[in-house]
């Protein structure tokens, strides 16, 4: 779907500005909304067809960036590759590798809770659908307070997807967390939103048990990304965070920036699923 419009609204629903995408066309392309799982598939279905090998299960223990080996963590080595591209996450093993050194994330204090919702069931719903129309092809952002909340259709109109920013309940020193993303809770969510207005809330609920809780973390600067035949990109080698939607767009710039190899190379892309 095209991403025809960014608006800014208030609590109560009422657009304050809105800033037409369409006109901008020193883009030079379209805004497009995917859902992440879709675009997963297309890209899949696109690598298979390439004659790429997925291997699934196969975590990365380390990486011998001058020779092209990938170190599993059961024992297994994978040779002879000649180009290694770490897409592997803000937790990336492969940054090890390539720094000879651990780069830790670090909280900034905020965390997003992510939700996808039927949008037939928001269009049913009058007390939200006079504020929202879940298949109008635009993003939506509403700020309050210390929230935000980032909200547009994805699956050409079928789904309704949700990103709420609030301040995080973790310790921003506790930079070792074990894990960064947990399972959402409902009440916490309507709390951090307790003032926003009653449409809000029934917005949120129709997610159901579906909320995902991410604490948003950041990376220092990196003194290099490329060693030998390996190269880190995506949120291995500068972590974004969702505040412009660029996460997903970012990475697909890097794959592209880095297709300097011909077509007969064997590449070993390890990523984060």
């Not at 070792?176 to 949120?204: Q, V, Y």
Request: proline share 3%; net charge negative; charged share 30%.
């Amino acid at each position: 779907m095209i991403d025809e419009a960014f608006r800014i609204c208030s609590i109560d629903g009422k657009e304050q500005r809105r800033l037409n995408l369409k006109a901008k066309v020193d883009y030079g392309g379209d805004r497009v909304v995917y859902h992440r799982q879709d675009l997963h598939d297309v890209l899949k279905i696109a690598a298979k067809e390439a004659g790429a090998a997925i291997r699934t299960s196969s975590r990365v223990d380390t990486v011998d960036c001058d020779e092209g080996v990938v170190c599993l963590e059961n024992g297994e080595k994978l040779s002879g590759f000649d180009l290694v591209v770490g897409a592997d996450g803000i937790r990336s093993k492969t940054r090890e590798s390539v720094l000879k050194r651990t780069a830790l994330a670090i909280p900034t204090g905020s965390s997003a809770y992510r939700l996808t919702i039927d949008a037939k069931s928001i269009e049913d719903d009058e007390a939200i659908s006079q504020f929202l129309n879940p298949r109008d092809p635009c993003t939506t952002m509403v700020v309050g307070y210390d929230c935000r909340l980032v909200m547009g259709p994805a699956r050409n109109g079928q789904l309704y997807s949700l990103v709420a920013m609030v301040p995080d309940v973790k310790s921003k020193d506790d930079v070792e967390a074990t894990s960064w993303t947990t399972k959402g809770d409902m009440n916490a969510l309507i709390e951090c939103f307790k003032d926003f207005p009653p449409w809000c809330h029934r917005l949120f609920s129709k997610a159901g048990d579906d909320i995902g809780l991410w604490q948003l973390r950041d990376l220092d600067p990196l003194e290099t990304w490329v060693r030998g035949r390996t190269i880190i990109i995506g949120d291995a080698s500068h972590a974004m965070l969702p505040t412009q939607g660029q996460g997903a767009s970012q990475s697909i710039e890097d794959a592209v920036c880095e297709s300097f190899f011909d077509s007969n190379s064997r590449v070993a892309v390890l990523m984060k699923v």
